[in-house]
């Protein structure tokens, strides 16, 4: 079965640069989420889209944004990267609010 | 925010046996769902549970949904070494504009063959 895509799987950046990442959800499904899982860390939600609107908002920082396109894929962007903004950051796709299935991640690091 | 306290937080184990692990929360949640993650992957769905109560399995794993929509806990049954990972309880309020997950800190298993 299809599963939710993430690209790119891993990024290096400098400080105070931007970053963009990319989610394809699951086929039909309507509703994305991303999280932010640190070093030994479980993960933490920063924002959801249903049916290309915005439907939640959790621990996001202002230098970030996000949206969510006709298609359904969604984009993550982040300028101004700090230090600690390196972190594995995981999409999740659902139809509605049934159950969240997560994509492989990206890993971000900032120099 | 929410918090979630899984327990215990890390587990050494002989393949074959019995596993046990829970997580308590101090909100009521309406959906109880219980991840696995190997290390630098996605959070794996194993169980979903949505009334209070409930006990569903799936294979060798069985959860259950606490009367009181606090807590849940998870077994896995006959360990094997592909059971390694993080396990996390995640608790979601499933109301309208509200869905996100809230994970709990994570239960590492160590399965020794």
């Known amino acids: 079965a299809a599963g939710v895509i993430q690209s790119p799987r891993h990024l290096i950046k400098e400080k105070r640069e931007t970053a963009t990442l990319k989610c394809y959800p699951i086929p039909r499904h309507d509703t994305v989420y991303w999280y932010q899982q640190g070093p030994g860390q479980d993960p933490q939600f920063l924002i959801s889209?249903?049916?290309?609107?915005?439907?939640d908002k959790g621990s996001i920082p202002d230098r970030f944004s996000a949206q969510q396109f006709s298609d359904y894929h969604s984009e993550l962007n982040m300028s101004s990267l700090e230090l600690g903004d390196s972190a594995l950051y995981f999409c999740?796709?659902?139809?509605?609010?049934?159950?969240?299935?997560f994509g492989p991640g990206t890993r971000l690091t900032v120099t | 925010g929410q918090q979630l306290n899984q327990s215990p937080q890390s587990m050494f184990i002989q393949e074959g046996e019995d596993v046990s692990m829970n997580c308590t929360s101090s909100?009521?949640?309406?959906?109880w769902l219980w991840y696995k993650q190997d290390p630098g992957e996605g959070p794996v769905l194993l169980i979903a549970l949505y009334k209070a109560g409930e006990l569903t399995s799936n294979g060798r794993l069985t959860a259950q949904f606490g009367i009181t929509r606090k807590d849940s806990f998870l077994n896995i049954s006959a360990s094997i070494p592909s059971d390694v990972g993080i396990y996390f309880c995640a608790g979601q309020l499933s109301q309208t504009g509200a869905n996100n997950l809230f994970f709990g800190t994570g239960t590492r298993l160590t399965v020794i063959p």
């Open positions: 889209f249903y049916e290309k609107m915005q439907s």
């Open positions: 999740a796709s659902s139809l509605g609010s049934d159950e969240q299935y």
């Open positions: 909100s009521i949640f309406n959906t």
